[in-house]
């Protein structure tokens, strides 16, 4: 099993930036697919950005430009590099690990989620 637990989420101004982390375990982890997803109040789960061997990086056009998917395998360390922050922006930030040959933007192909991570940017 692969377990993933993200933080670094926080208040920040319009314009700001910040750093998500999502550290993962198991013999997969390296393997799997992995991703960002963010959920605001009454909203559903929205993709934000995915890494995989096969397909490389992949962003929601609306943070394209501003955020930044890396990966360390080493590590086991997934991060979401947010720049220019817009209120927007605001929602629960989640982790998330999957197959590797799924289709980075599409919840399903995600088995394994982290807890999520609260981010707000205020103007």
């Known amino acids: 099993q692969v377990q993933v637990v993200e933080s670094g989420g926080g208040l920040v101004q319009a314009g700001g930036s910040l750093r998500l982390s999502c550290a993962a375990s198991g013999r997969t982890a390296s393997d799997a697919a992995m991703g960002w997803f963010r959920q605001a109040p009454g909203k559903g789960r929205e993709f934000v950005a995915a890494?995989?061997?096969?397909?490389?990086?992949n962003y929601a056009d609306s943070v394209k430009g501003r955020f930044t998917i890396s990966r360390d395998n080493a590590q086991n360390t997934l991060y979401l590099q947010m720049n220019n922050l817009k209120p927007e922006d605001t929602a629960v930030y989640y982790c998330a690990a999957g197959s590797p040959v799924g289709l980075p933007q599409v919840v399903s192909t995600y088995a394994y989620w982290g807890q999520g991570t609260q981010v707000t940017v205020s103007s």
């Open positions: 890494i995989s061997r096969m397909l490389g990086t």
